[in-house]
């Protein structure tokens, strides 16, 4: 039986979310398979985004107790 997805890390989830998009984009699952899947991804996605919303408040955290003002966006070198 799969763990629920609030039991698994965030590298857990990224894992089985590449399993399931590898066989949804595969083809050969049926109907009430691939719902079952997606539905089953969309809860991974929703928790391991509360996972990451959650490490972001405790980084923010940590920054305001060192003194060190608002975390800014990631840019890449095309920005």
Known sequence: MAKKPENLSFEESLSELEKI???LEHGDVSLDDA????????????NSQTKLETAQQKV???????????????ETEGE
Do not use: H, T
């Open 21 to 23: 998009v590898a066989n």
């Open 60 to 74: 923010s955290v940590l920054m305001q107790d060192e003194g060190v003002d608002a975390l800014k966006p990631y």
């Open 35 to 46: 719902l079952k899947q997606f539905e089953r991804g969309i809860k991974l996605v929703r």
